[in-house]
């Protein structure tokens, strides 16, 4: 059995060592394996989490239950052992995310390498797939590139999205997977920093700890969040970016900045603070309860003068400033786009796909996992789990007898 991997990263890899006792050839136009891997997690790869099934899927955005039969093949424990058995110790930190001990990206690519090895994978680097066929005549797949055309019995096409296209992910697998019929869901950014109406240059760089953020629709998203030159960033923004990634935009968004106290809680320690204080100006007074970059945007949301003198605020005015502090809208514009998106919500629709198998209900033998799947994850090790989960069940039955 001769297998074609279209794709060395995550899935393509654990494909390429799940397919036992076949002939694999693994392809990538880039010029290194798994160049993608490098940059997770901030460099040190946060590979799985060890979660039980349920909690996982929880964190699973779009099409959890096509993941579900996958993940009970494959469940994170497995790829602990998975890294593990292929020489990198890992660890397991707050949030029960999983990284190599070594905090090095590079030592997850290593053991999936070798366990790709280890079934005695060929590597085909540099090599970009052009086009994709299947010959009824000959029961074969013609895999096409620059200069050549190969057969083979099987494809598995894990080419990846379309989120950081400099790793090598551009999208152009879509095109020969459309081919046979496949119908995808169109693209969108997702685990991606939004850009606001407001201007908060003047903030950029800055942490917002312990707030949340809310919009019509969802959960209000506890947590961390950072101010950049044109929008907002980090934990909560993301996972924001990934519930809301198909929400026409603008669309309206709100910070509480205290969401530990309600607004009469909240009003009550102004009280205190201006009691306290009674002969400063408005502008000096907020010091102790927000950042200093972030003063001067909810001075001016209050409509409060800034050289005012706090005993002399009125009810009214201590209302709106509760406001500006428990509700501070602003628009999302747009996102920082597929150049900046962790992940890509879309792709192959995965009504079309055998969750047991990887297959594609519309032609045999052509398997299609990873991040080329419409599914995506929230941050915590999920999405290259499923890029895990998914390349090894297409590997299995990839190299297996049947088709199912
Ligand atoms: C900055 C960043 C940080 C991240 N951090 C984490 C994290 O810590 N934890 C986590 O769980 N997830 C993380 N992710 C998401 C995770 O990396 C991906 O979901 C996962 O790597 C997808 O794996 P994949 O194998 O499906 O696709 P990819 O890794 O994108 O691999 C696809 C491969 O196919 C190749 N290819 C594409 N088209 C062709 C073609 N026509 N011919 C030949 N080769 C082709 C590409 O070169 C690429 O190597 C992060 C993503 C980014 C961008």
Known sequence: MKIAIIGGGAAGLVAAGSAKNAEVVVFDHNDKLGKKIYITGKGRCNFTNVCDNETFLSNVV????????????????????LIEQNGCKTKVERGRRAFPSSDKASDIIKALTAYAKSNNAEFRLGVKISDLS????????SVRYDGGEERFDRVIVCAGGLSYPSTGSDGSAYRFVKKFGHKMISPVPSLVGLKTDIDFSSAEGLTLKNIELGADGVKPIFGDLMITRDGVSGPVALTMSAYLSRREKPYTAYIDFKPALTSEELDDRLLREFGAGQNKSFKNILDGLLPKSIIPFIIDRSGISPDKHVNVITRGERQSLVKALKRFEFKVVSTEG??????????????????????????RGLYICGEMLDVDALTGGYNLHIALATGFVAGVSASGDNYD
Not at 62 to 81: G, Q
Not at 134 to 141: G, P, T
Request: proline content about 6%.
């Open 62 to 81: 779009t099409n959890a239950p096509f993941l579900r039969s996958a993940l009970s093949r494959f469940t994170p424990y497995d790829a602990v052992e």
């Open 134 to 141: 299947y010959n009824n005549e000959e029961n074969k797949f």
């Open 338 to 363: 597929f150049e900046r998106a962790v992940v890509t919500c879309g792709g192959v629709n995965v009504k079309e796909i055998y969750p047991k198998t990887m297959m594609s209900r519309l032609c």
